[in-house]
């Protein structure tokens, strides 16, 4: 248990549809970093949220958001879904942003684009 | 764009044996770690190396590092039918804790 939730587990949308996925972080962690990952494939990071402002950003369209709440917890959405954007959807937390150290996962969201 | 490559991408052997999985990276690095994923779920992290290092030890696990060759590996010594998951090398590049770059990972079954 590491402290990081993570829901919905699983959805199931449509192309064209609109998605909200939410984490809440550890007790105490101030940094959220979501981060992509297709099928078999390794992770692949979205960006992150560093007390309530976006700290970075991978190489992922403008149709990939997010918000971090002043309790840290934090939402990633996407418009207009695509069928490549079935994926799991991890979230991590970690304390602030230049020390270096481990991540905490959430367990992750699994969205089906059909 | 992936940073790291591992190897193998998938390793069966018996309970007992040593795994090893090797991983490859393109750029300087601040820090590798490693993170271990059960069957879709959610990433654990088992260690972490800074570039200054070369070997690490936790428990039953070896990590290596040689930042010349651009390498490291992850050893698990006498291997269970519980440590049966997917292995994944992860690179800090940025100095910034949150944005690691993963490699494609290494499936490693354990028989019993």
């Known amino acids: 248990e590491t402290g990081v939730t993570q829901s919905p587990t699983h959805l199931i949308k449509t192309r064209g549809q609109q998605v909200t996925l939410r984490c809440s972080s550890q007790s105490g962690h101030n940094t959220v970093s979501w981060y992509q990952q297709a099928l078999g494939q390794g992770p692949q990071f979205i960006f992150q949220?560093?007390?309530?402002?976006?700290?970075g950003r991978g190489n992922f369209p403008p149709r990939f958001s997010g918000l971090q709440f002043p309790n840290y917890s934090s939402e990633l959405n996407v418009n207009a879904l695509e069928l490549d954007d079935s994926a799991l959807y991890l979230c991590?937390?970690?304390?602030?942003?230049?020390?270096?150290?481990?991540?905490?996962f959430g367990e992750g969201s699994r969205l089906t684009v059909l | 764009s992936q940073q790291g490559e591992e190897d193998p991408q998938a390793l069966s052997i018996q309970e007992g044996e040593n795994a090893t999985m090797n991983c490859s990276y393109k750029?300087?690095?601040?820090?590798l770690q490693w993170y271990r994923q059960n069957s879709g779920r959610g990433l654990v992290h088992l260690i972490l190396i800074r570039s200054n290092e070369r070997e690490k030890h936790s428990g039953r696990l070896r990590v290596t590092l040689d930042t010349s060759k651009k390498s490291s590996s992850l050893l698990i010594t006498a291997s269970r039918a519980a440590d049966t998951a997917s292995y994944f090398c992860?690179?800090?590049?940025?100095?910034?804790?949150?944005?690691?770059?993963f490699g494609q990972g290494t499936t490693l079954q354990v028989k019993p």
């Open positions: 949220y560093y007390r309530e402002e976006e700290n």
């Open positions: 991590a937390s970690s304390l602030g942003t230049v020390r270096t150290g481990e991540l905490f």
């Open positions: 992860a690179t800090d590049v940025s100095g910034n804790t949150g944005k690691l770059i």
């Open positions: 750029t300087s690095i601040n820090n």
